[in-house]
């Protein structure tokens, strides 16, 4: 039992900081693959709720401050411009991490409430399905390992 709520933990904790580790783990783990996908989601809103309270402090502690005018930051405001918190959230699971998307949501003023609501429904969707993937394609690798056409 201690064994697998560490394997439980680890799924939830990987997925805080790159969302697809939690259902590679889960799928390495051979966790049931709904378990997987809502550890992931959680994981994923873990560092929502983190970086949205404390975000501004630990920027502020940990990270040195770095050019403002980069490739990479202008594509978030390219971003931001055009789909606003709702594309931050679709596209932070795949594209930007947890803990980036929620930066770039809380950087340009959105309100805590629809960052965790745009947040939550996208970690959900995209644990769902992320972790359908996984599952489905390990078990189409492990098929063609084991039974080889010759």
Same mark, same amino acid.
């Given at each position: 039992?201690?064994?697998?709520i560490?394997e439980?933990i680890?799924?939830?904790?990987?997925?805080?900081f790159?969302?697809?580790?939690?259902?590679l783990?889960?799928?390495?783990?051979?966790?049931?693959?709904?378990?997987? %996908?809502?550890?992931? %989601?959680a994981?994923m809103?873990?560092?929502?709720?983190?970086?949205?309270?404390?975000?501004?402090?630990?920027?502020?502690?940990f990270?040195?401050?770095?050019?403002i005018f980069?490739? %990479?930051?202008?594509?978030?405001?390219?971003?931001?411009?055009?789909?606003g918190?709702?594309?931050v959230a679709?596209f932070t699971p795949?594209l930007?991490?947890?803990?980036g998307g929620?930066?770039? %949501?809380?950087a340009?003023?959105?309100?805590?409430?629809?960052?965790?609501f745009?947040m939550?429904?996208?970690?959900?969707?995209?644990?769902i399905?992320?972790t359908l993937m996984v599952?489905e394609a390990?078990?189409l690798?492990?098929g063609?390992?084991h039974n080889p056409k010759?």
């Amino acid at each position: 039992m201690s064994e697998n709520i560490v394997e439980y933990i680890s799924v939830f904790l990987s997925s805080s900081f790159k969302f697809v580790f939690g259902p590679l783990q889960g799928k390495a783990y051979g966790l049931p693959w709904l378990l997987t %996908a809502g550890l992931t %989601a959680a994981g994923m809103m873990l560092s929502v709720v983190l970086f949205t309270y404390f975000g501004q402090y630990l920027k502020q502690r940990f990270f040195k401050t770095k050019k403002i005018f980069t490739p %990479a930051n202008r594509r978030k405001v390219t971003l931001w411009r055009r789909y606003g918190i709702i594309g931050v959230a679709l596209f932070t699971p795949l594209l930007l991490t947890p803990i980036g998307g929620t930066l770039v %949501a809380n950087a340009f003023g959105e309100k805590k409430e629809k960052i965790f609501f745009w947040m939550s429904i996208f970690a959900t969707i995209w644990g769902i399905l992320v972790t359908l993937m996984v599952y489905e394609a390990g078990d189409l690798l492990q098929g063609l390992l084991h039974n080889p056409k010759p």
